[in-house]
């Protein structure tokens, strides 16, 4: 027996280990990394798909599970951040899928399936009155602000630290370089006094505010009543456009968060799962905005895109949310993402742990930090080295997520899923939670 004092390992070191661990334990993951990496720059043609020492190759998906390269299955709690709310291989959607196929890709006019998939939106999101569809919700987010520009005469877009719109519009980290250039101003998110006073100042100068109504991909922050009271009342006064960004929270209630809150934006874009697992983006809005894009209109705006209404999305995205994510769907889905949300709270509750797990309905963040979240800046607390060890630790478990701590829940989780990453979160905070704490001083 090993005597004498225990020397305590850092977050850092224990980090380290899990990564020596987890690459034994994926080779054939490592040999396609390396091989990529001659022809992929960092292997992968999406940024937000690496983590270190390498990610694992994933071969297959059905239902709640994913297959990787070297044979292991995991319990997929990332679920292509939110674009994979169906789950993998639903035989609907699948269906569907294969129909549109055999009836032609690229037939180059509007479809059946186009116009029943616009109404059904319209129908759906109460302050979607048209919409028009793009291929991701990044190109959504770019067509409505320069909607917002053009019909509005002036310049200036009003964002928030910590908002992801898509790769030239986010706002979650410093370097912003490849952001479209736009006059933007970026302010503090769930500060509504701010808010207010910066669109009554730039007012003459500014079209519009983008905004998230939940920060997603800035850590789970759910914007609060006030603030987004806020927003809407002081564009409405100052003519400004109100733009929410519902790209991912479209999916937290029948009529998307904006519903569940009874505030309206002008314009709302979408994205991730609406297309049913195919590229897919839209945007829409008031009737009087949207119209401007109406070619029957003198002087009207182009909105050109060569696969806007392709076959295989206009299937999948009807089918889904026509036949699968259908209203009571979406309650159930928000009710156990709650749920699990709740439970994970309660065992680092139990555990004194550090750790707190933010977000709303199916979608959620984990955050190893005692302080306070209300914008992004309040999640630097949290260590690099525990969202590390976090991951690794859950990837050797069998369980997929993000390196950020990003946990969504699909309609293909049931009970057991959500139990069994309950039970590993507390296994993890037994193990880990006395070094957290200690980095966190």
Known sequence: ????????????????????????????????????????????TRTVNHYDPFPVTIVRGEGSRLHDLDGHVYVDFLNDYTAGLYGH???????????????????????????????????????????RFTNSG??????????????????????????????????????????????????DYNDAESARSLIAERATDLACVLVEPMLAGGGCIPGTRVFLNALRDATRRAGVLLIFDEVQTSRL????????????????????????????????????????????????????????????????????????????????????????????NGVAAARDAPVQVTGRGSIMTVHFQRAPIRRRADVAHTPMAARDLFQLEMLLAGFYMARRGFVTVSLAHDDEDCDALVAAFDAFLARHAAAIDAALG
């Open 138 to 187: 990044t190109e959504a987010n770019l067509m409505a602000v320069s909607l917002a520009r053009a019909v509005t005469y002036r310049e200036g877009v009003l964002v928030f630290d910590g908002a992801y719109h898509g790769g030239p519009l986010s706002f979650v980290g410093p370097d912003r370089r490849l952001n479209v250039p736009f006059p933007w101003t970026v302010a």
């Open 253 to 344: 209630a029948p009529g998307g968060l904006q519903e569940a809150l009874d505030i309206h934006a002008d314009l709302t874009t979408f994205g991730k799962y609406l297309g049913g697992g195919a590229s897919f983006g839209a945007f829409g809005g008031r009737a009087d905005l949207m119209d401007r894009f109406d070619p029957r209109r003198e002087n009207h705006l182009s909105h050109p895109g060569t696969h806007n209404n392709n076959s295989l999305t206009m299937a999948a995205g009807l089918t889904g949310l026509r036949d699968v994510f259908t209203p009571d769907a979406v309650r159930r889905l928000t009710v156990r993402g709650d749920a699990l949300r709740a439970a994970l």
């Open 89 to 131: 291989s639903n035989p609907a959607i699948q269906a569907a899928i294969v129909d549109a196929a055999g009836r032609g890709l690229t037939l180059g006019g509007p479809s059946p399936n186009q116009q029943e998939f616009a109404e059904l939106i319209c129908r759906r999101f109460p302050s979607v009155e048209r919409v």
């Open 1 to 44: 027996m090993t005597t004498g004092p225990v020397r305590t390992r850092t977050l850092e070191q224990l980090a380290a280990d899990a990564a020596a661990r987890y690459a034994a334990a994926n080779p054939l993951s490592q040999a396609s990394f390396e091989r990529s990496t001659n022809y992929l720059p960092g292997a992968d």
